[in-house]
């Protein structure tokens, strides 16, 4: 029987022998592929910037300032400009108003005028005519929130009223207003004019012994 041992095949040696520049390139490709790798995993260090770069850049950051600072000076005066505006002509328009809530009392004068100079012009037509103008011309001014400071046979109060002098009175209580001497007027709540008054003492005794401890 012949020997069936496997045997070297020596055209496995003879082929590895015989490409030794296959060897060299795979080599040479292996040491590229290396070299590439290792540039690739080194980052490049960021560029620093020259003088005349710095010196571009600072002037274009100044240039902006200045433009923004420019811009919302303009804004504002613009925006001081517009409320001063607005504010004026919120004035004239509520000073029209006024006035044209006055027109019909001024055609009612005109009316009265005209009744008491008539040859047979009655004097009780010619006063209801003239309180009926006064009303008219108080509810026009109501309107725009004028009121009356008109205290009879109230309290004193020093913040609305101006005490003219101090009257003995057997009816009105002592610290109580006796007369209104001129009214007193309020615009929404603001004081605009005190009332004149006449304070009562109280009776002729009280007043004395008040006088006399003064």
């Given at each position: 029987?012949?020997?069936?041992?496997?045997?070297?095949?020596?055209?496995?040696?003879?082929?590895?022998?015989?490409?030794?520049?296959?060897?060299v390139?795979q080599?040479?490709?292996?040491?590229?592929?290396?070299?590439?790798?290792?540039?690739?995993?080194?980052?490049?260090?960021p560029?620093?910037?020259?003088l005349?770069?710095?010196?571009?850049?600072?002037r274009?950051?100044t240039?902006?300032?200045?433009?923004?600072?420019?811009?919302?000076?303009?804004?504002?005066?613009?925006?001081?400009?517009?409320?001063?505006?607005?504010?004026?002509?919120?004035?004239?328009?509520?000073?029209?108003?006024?006035v044209?809530?006055?027109?019909?009392?001024?055609?009612?004068?005109?009316?009265?005028?005209?009744?008491a100079?008539?040859?047979?012009?009655?004097?009780k037509?010619?006063?209801?005519?003239?309180?009926?103008?006064?009303?008219?011309?108080?509810?026009?001014?109501?309107n725009?929130?004028?009121?009356?400071?008109?205290?009879?046979?109230?309290?004193?109060d020093?913040?609305?009223?101006?005490?003219?002098?101090?009257?003995?009175?057997?009816?009105?209580?002592?610290?109580?207003?006796?007369?209104v001497?001129?009214i007193g007027?309020?615009?929404?709540?603001?004081?605009?004019?005190?009332?004149?008054?006449?304070?009562?003492?109280?009776?002729?005794?009280?007043?004395k012994?008040?006088?006399?401890d003064?």
């Amino acid at each position: 029987m012949k020997d069936t041992t496997s045997q070297p095949d020596p055209t496995d040696t003879e082929e590895s022998a015989s490409h030794p520049e296959a060897d060299v390139a795979q080599a040479d490709t292996d040491v590229n592929s290396a070299s590439a790798e290792s540039t690739e995993s080194v980052p490049e260090e960021p560029k620093e910037p020259t003088l005349e770069e710095q010196l571009e850049q600072a002037r274009k950051e100044t240039a902006d300032a200045k433009e923004a600072h420019l811009r919302a000076v303009a804004d504002l005066e613009n925006f001081r400009r517009r409320m001063v505006r607005e504010k004026e002509d919120l004035r004239a328009f509520a000073a029209a108003n006024v006035v044209e809530e006055l027109l019909p009392v001024l055609d009612n004068l005109g009316f009265a005028l005209i009744a008491a100079r008539a040859e047979n012009a009655e004097l009780k037509a010619l006063a209801d005519g003239v309180e009926m103008v006064g009303n008219q011309f108080k509810s026009a001014l109501g309107n725009h929130g004028l009121k009356e400071i008109n205290p009879v046979n109230g309290a004193f109060d020093p913040n609305l009223h101006e005490a003219l002098s101090q009257q003995a009175s057997e009816e009105v209580a002592e610290g109580t207003v006796l007369q209104v001497v001129r009214i007193g007027y309020s615009l929404n709540g603001r004081l605009l004019r005190p009332a004149s008054v006449i304070v009562s003492g109280g009776p002729a005794e009280a007043a004395k012994e008040n006088e006399a401890d003064a």
